[in-house]
Nanobody, 121 residues
Framework: QVQLVESGGGLVQSGGSLRLSCVASGSIYRINIMRWHRQAPGKQRELVAAIVSGGSTNYVESVKGRFTISRDNAKNTVYLQMNSLKPEDTAVYYC???????????????WGQGTQVTVSS
């Protein structure tokens, strides 16, 4: 019914930038909160940033001032602009969204498949 597809990951040197995108498609009535999570090897998945439909955002402390989350509601897309990347940002980044579908008529969480971000020192 609903798919989230991430793109934009890759290998970058420390101090570099990447922009992640996540497009939601399917029987979408409304997308409420959209989030980016990440999971580094051997660590638990953590919430990196979130944005609600009205545009308010919040970030995990470790990325404040370096990452910016934004969304294009017309395109059902969320972005994560990552600047001043550090080796500790290396992880698989997952898109997640709380979506109300025409089919179910109720909200549930959907996840993308993840995109690898590797920052070399």
């Amino acid at each position: 019914q609903v798919q989230l597809v991430e793109s934009g990951g890759g290998l970058v040197q420390s101090g570099g930038s990447l922009r992640l995108s996540c497009v939601a498609s399917g029987s979408i009535y409304r997308i409420n909160i959209m989030r980016w999570h990440r999971q580094a090897p051997g660590k638990q998945r953590e919430l990196v940033a979130a944005i609600v439909s009205g545009g308010s955002t919040n970030y995990v402390e470790s990325v404040k001032g370096r990452f910016t989350i934004s969304r294009d509601n017309a395109k059902n897309t969320v972005y994560l602009q990552m600047n001043s990347l550090k080796p500790e940002d290396t992880a698989v980044y997952y898109c997640n969204a709380a979506i109300v579908t025409y089919t179910l008529g109720s909200q549930r969480d959907y996840w993308g498949q993840g995109t690898q971000v590797t920052v070399s020192s």
